[in-house]
């Protein structure tokens, strides 16, 4: 064995030390949450008609909403592939043009608004959003509304609201978003991509 104050020893033993507490890892670790609203203030279809004859009343939007880190080569649907769980498909919102979401969705009510996805090895800070919205009356055909296509990195990330208007060529609508991404628990870098474990015994010492 060699003597353990010997410097070369010493230098192995605080690589491997290093190695040990601070390493780089495949499978990214985080959480990307995401938090939605939706304005359609005309009430508009895709035609630029209203949803409804009377301006007293308003559409009945119903939604579709996904995220996905795969560049979908601007398919504007949540078919494509790359779609996070979970996927986001509402009842509809009665006489209602401007949808905010509160803290669940109708239909839902088990995601959560913040919608909370966690991050994989395909995650590379990039990411799009596509809300579709649909009018539906309970009646008759669903009538298209408008789709919204957002896309983002992390650096982007705000906890004040970001707004991207639709789709439709007269009066889109929007939706106005906020998020935030964060690591898990000792996961570190700008991509949660860094595994550093608090540890305080022989292989070395270590606390956040």
Not at 40 to 65: A, H, M, V, W, Y
Not at 193 to 198: F, I
Request: with cysteine; charged share 15%.
């Amino acid at each position: 064995t060699g003597d353990p104050m010997n410097p070369t020893t010493l230098i192995y033993t605080t690589i491997l030390l290093l190695a040990c507490s601070y390493m780089e890892v495949t499978v990214a670790t985080g959480k990307l949450s995401v938090h939605y609203e939706y304005f359609n203030t005309q009430g508009l279809k895709e035609s630029g008609s209203r949803c409804e004859q009377s301006s007293s009343n308003r559409c009945d939007p119903k939604f579709e909403i996904c995220l996905r880190y795969e560049n979908s080569n601007s398919l504007f649907n949540c078919s494509s592939p790359g779609v996070v769980s979970p996927q986001i498909i509402t009842s509809r919102y009665l006489n209602d043009d401007n949808v905010v979401f509160q803290s669940s969705f109708k239909g839902a009510s088990s995601i959560t608004n913040p919608v909370v996805y966690a991050t994989d090895n395909q995650f590379d800070g990039k990411f799009e959003i596509v809300m579709v919205a649909i009018d539906d009356d309970g009646s008759g055909p669903d009538q298209y509304i408008d789709t919204v296509l957002i896309e983002l990195t992390v650096a982007n990330a705000s906890s004040t609201s970001l707004t991207f208007q639709g789709l439709r060529n007269d009066t889109p609508s929007e939706a106005a978003i906020s998020f935030s991404f964060t690591c898990d628990t000792d996961y570190y870098g700008s991509l949660c991509t860094v595994y550093c474990l608090a540890q305080d015994d022989t292989s070395g010492h270590y606390t956040r």
